[in-house]
């Protein structure tokens, strides 16, 4: 299926090196919830969202970064948000993506709970190479 | 960097809000001194009032059901209050249902879920 590209507005980015930097994070996704009109259970699922990932990012990505945008299709604003990383890669993408799995300390609902409070969700991985996983929620 | 968030004891109950915008590692400390204080000042009850929180992502979520755990063990019971609407939603779309907490909608009805407990509790005895 072909999706054709949304505008994109300015993106702002935000590097993920620190625990801070989670917080931070978490704060331009706010910023750009607000900024998109979203409402108000979106704002907090997708903030939610941001934090899982950029938790992600900082304890197996060994950290990375956030860009942050707004976004408009032909129909809808929306808050794209990607996360990349230069870490180890996912091996078993199917596997990270079930719950309950976890290498870390986590309860293992990282990446599949930011799936689903997103509306889009894409996610790339090269082991060796690193991660990025982008998110989209829009407006309804 | 990291924070304490202050712990108020009223009675036999530890009370503490959740107001700012939490990193893990201070989310880590706030679940030692809790139990720390449980057991120093010997309080029956915990009241973790998350009216301020904007979002409860896993970490917290994990936090409050360790808390809620590690107080049972040590003969407190624990109360979330303040919950927000759309935290609740996206709690249980996240998956996490945490069971095993208690929860009431303000601080009034909490300290209300921890009295009748120390009464019941007193009568038993």
């Known amino acids: 299926m072909t999706v054709a590209e949304p505008d994109v507005g300015e993106v702002r980015v935000q590097t993920i090196a620190t625990s801070d930097d989670v917080v931070r994070a978490r704060q331009l996704a706010r910023n750009l919830a607000v900024e998109c ?16 990932l950029a938790r992600n990012t900082l304890v197996y990505g060994g950290g990375g970064s956030l ?14 948000l990607t996360f990349t990383d230069q870490g180890p890669g996912i091996p078993d993408v199917d596997l990270a993506l079930s719950d309950g799995w976890s290498s870390g ?20 991985t090269t082991v060796g190479a690193g991660t990025t996983v982008t998110v989209i929620k829009w407006t309804h | 960097m990291s924070d304490r968030v202050p712990i108020l004891r009223i009675g036999e109950n530890l009370l503490v809000s959740i107001q ?17 204080q449980v057991v120093k000042y ?6 973790i009032d998350i009216t301020a929180a904007e979002i409860v992502d896993s970490f917290v979520g994990r ?14 019971e624990t109360v979330v209050v303040g919950m927000r609407p759309a935290v609740a939603i996206t ?19 909490g300290l209300a879920i921890l009295a009748k407990r120390a ?3 007193a009568a038993g005895r």
């Not at chain 1, 300390?105 to 790339?124: K, N, P, T, Y």
């Open chain 2, 91 to 109: 709690l249980v779309e996240l998956g996490l249902s945490l069971g095993g907490v208690r929860t009431a909608l303000n601080l009034e009805q």
């Open chain 1, 105 to 124: 300390s986590g309860m293992g609902l990282g990446l599949s709970g930011a799936r689903r409070l997103a509306d889009d969700f894409d996610l790339r």
């Open chain 2, 20 to 36: 700012i915008d939490l990193d893990d590692q201070t989310v880590m400390n706030l679940q030692e001194d809790l139990a720390a």
């Open chain 2, 119 to 121: 009464s019941a509790g």
């Open chain 2, 63 to 76: 936090m409050l059901s360790t808390i809620a755990s590690v107080s049972r063990l040590l003969d407190a």
């Open chain 1, 67 to 80: 860009s942050g945008a707004l976004v408009q299709d032909a129909r809808r604003r929306g808050v794209r």
């Open chain 1, 37 to 52: 009109r979203l409402s108000l259970v979106d704002q907090t699922k997708l903030v939610t969202a941001a934090s899982e």
């Open chain 2, 42 to 47: 010997g309080a029956r009850g915990v009241v």
